[in-house]
């Protein structure tokens, strides 16, 4: 996955929502500007370039100072984002390292 591809497709507002990813959005009470700050300063935290949905990545953003992860693919035809998960992980105590990069 290339992040650079990520944030430009997010600048240019070519993404759409998984039903899982909206429902865990709103869940985690993160509103859509926040989400597109997150990642348009994303990083690629973890690779999955063997997941039977197509090749994707978590990425790891920030909107201020809330930590955003979401799980992605990028759709061929046409050209999209696809988040599949978004969630903030501050909010799922004990399960990553402080700076949110890492699993415990």
């Known amino acids: 996955m290339d992040v650079e591809k ?11 929502f998984s039903k899982h990813a909206e429902k865990e959005r709103k869940l985690d ?7 597109e ?4 300063n994303c990083e690629i935290i973890e690779d999955y370039p063997d997941d039977p949905r197509g090749a994707s990545c ?12 979401a799980v992605c693919t990028i759709k ?20 990553w390292t402080k700076n949110y990069r890492k699993r415990r």
Request: glycine share 6%; charged share 30%.
């Open 29 to 35: 009470m993160i509103v859509v500007n926040e989400l």
């Open 58 to 69: 978590l990425i790891l953003g920030f909107s201020g100072q809330k930590p955003i992860h």
């Open 76 to 95: 061929v035809d046409p050209e999209e984002l696809l988040l599949i998960t978004i969630y903030d992980p501050s909010k799922r105590p004990g399960k």
């Open 6 to 16: 990520i944030r430009k497709l997010v600048t240019e507002e070519k993404y759409e």
């Open 37 to 40: 700050d997150a990642l348009k």
